[in-house]
């Protein structure tokens, strides 16, 4: 069975680091793009940043580039996510999520998705 | 990047056909063949409905179907069932190397 676990979320002050982890199974992880993508209680989905399957290409949304950092480990079947100098509007549900392009290519749509870990940032 | 524009909110009766838009620019939705739309019922994940933007992923029902002209991209429901009652959110690539996703529209069945 395909799946996505992610891990690593909870209650962070502002300023503070977090590191997220997506645990991949079921499917040849280094073969696909990977993303994170954030929902803010209440509102909609936001696309935070992607990488190739190799890991050699990475991409950020403007809210986040400079802050976030994102990385896979594909012997470990392992996504991640760095992120420094949080604010309250990184306040989230971060869900990771896979790109059904086998070729690697990234941004044609996110077919899996995990379960996601809350972020919350607040003194 | 601006979000992509959905209404907020739409509703039909069960058997009726519904269509949620998605309007973008030629910097998205116009330019991209990589359109795609998610269903999200309260407390889950997103699932793929559409991608491509008319392409069905294995397991959703036909009943679900999507098109686009110009800039703004369409999803259709037909035959509404009341398990359809959902947010659903559409997304397109960019040509800045982004994704962008709409404000998210809330079907009422």
């Known amino acids: 069975e395909v799946q996505l676990l992610e891990s690593g979320g909870g209650l962070v002050q502002p300023g503070g680091s977090l590191r997220l982890s997506c645990a991949a199974s079921g499917f040849t992880f280094g073969s696909y793009a990977m993303s994170w993508v954030r929902q803010a209680p209440g509102k909609g989905l936001e696309w935070v940043s992607a990488i190739s399957g190799s890991g050699g290409s990475t991409y950020y949304a403007g809210s986040v580039r400079g802050r976030f950092t994102i990385s896979r480990d594909n012997s470990k079947n392992t996504l991640y996510l760095q992120m420094n100098s949080l604010r309250a509007e990184d306040t989230a549900v971060y869900y990771c999520a896979k790109d059904p392009d086998i070729t690697g290519t990234w941004g044609t749509a996110f077919d899996i998705w995990g379960q996601g870990t809350m972020v919350t940032v607040s003194s | 990047q601006s979000a992509l524009t959905q209404p907020a909110s739409v509703s039909g009766s069960p058997g009726q056909s519904i269509t949620i838009s998605c309007t973008g620019t030629?910097?998205?939705?116009?330019?991209?063949?990589?359109v795609s739309w998610y269903q999200q019922h309260p407390g889950k994940a997103p699932k793929l409905m559409i991608y491509d933007v008319s392409n069905r992923p294995s397991g959703v029902s036909n009943r679900f179907s999507g098109s686009k002209s110009g800039n703004t991209a369409s999803l259709t429901i037909s035959g509404l069932q009341a398990e359809d009652e959902a947010d659903y959110y559409c997304s397109s690539y960019t040509n800045s190397d982004t994704m962008v996703f709409g404000g998210g529209t809330r079907l009422t069945v």
């Open positions: 030629s910097s998205d939705v116009g330019r991209s063949k990589y």
